[in-house]
């Protein structure tokens, strides 16, 4: 069955300091795949989204992910970390052959950030 | 250009009464998505709609949720009777395509069933 697992249900930082969410998917072919963070009260917004091509993926506020097929990881990372980015993040994955636009979503990471 | 827009915000019912939610989606997004997000879970498909056609209410609990989204634009989503375990956080999204990998999300409705 398809699934999307994030293995870390909270995460802590310290403010300035680099951050790392894993995110590890199934499926039988190579999903597209989505980060979205979730702020206290707010709806889902999505950080970036990998479809194919440069496994690489530049999103927004700074955030990164890189696809990895060997692992089956498509982890998110930031270089540094701001106060402002303490949230919950959700890794998501679509089957892209699907004729809906269903996605799988992880468990959530809850990012806090010491001072 | 506005978002998704739900409401209520919140909502706090009895078991067994019922309860409706209401979604706009983005104007022009032809495609709607309900979602059920219980506390500390990832966000669930609950139904999918292209413009006023179900595409995927596999995993509506049929027997107490509704749906329905009559002239392709704003919807409604029903639960009756209500249950303790249908506490939880109800996202609608809405996306240009069908298959729509960029979907975007409403603020969504807390509902709490005591």
């Known amino acids: 069955a398809q699934s999307v697992t994030q293995p870390d249900i909270h995460i802590t930082v310290s403010e300035g300091a680099s951050l790392e969410l894993r995110c590890n998917y199934s499926y039988g072919a190579t999903p597209y795949l989505f980060w979205y963070v979730q702020s206290p009260g707010q709806g889902l917004q999505l950080l970036l989204k990998y479809f194919s091509g440069d496994t690489l993926v530049q999103g927004i506020k700074g955030f990164e992910a890189e696809f990895k097929r060997s692992q089956s990881s498509f982890n998110l990372r930031k270089p540094s970390v701001h106060w402002s980015d303490a949230a919950e993040y959700f890794c998501?994955?679509?089957?892209?052959?699907?004729?809906?636009?269903?996605?799988?979503f992880g468990q959530g990471t809850t990012l806090q950030v010491k001072p | 250009e506005a978002g998704v827009a739900q409401s209520p915000r919140y909502k706090i019912i009895e078991k067994r009464q019922s309860v409706a939610f209401w979604c706009n989606p983005i104007s022009g997004h032809a495609t709607l998505y309900w979602y059920q997000q219980i506390l500390g879970q990832g966000p669930k498909l609950l139904i999918q709609f292209q413009n006023n056609g179900v595409v995927d209410d596999s995993q509506l609990p049929k027997d107490r949720f509704s749906a329905e989204r009559l002239k392709g634009v704003d919807s409604t989503l029903k639960i009756q009777p209500a249950k303790l375990e249908d506490s939880a956080v109800y996202l609608c999204?809405?996306?240009?395509?069908?298959?729509?990998?960029?979907?975007?999300f409403g603020p969504g409705t807390r509902l709490t069933v005591t």
């Open positions: 999204a809405s996306s240009l395509m069908l298959a729509g990998y960029e979907q975007y």
């Open positions: 998501a994955g679509h089957h892209g052959s699907s004729n809906t636009g269903k996605l799988i």
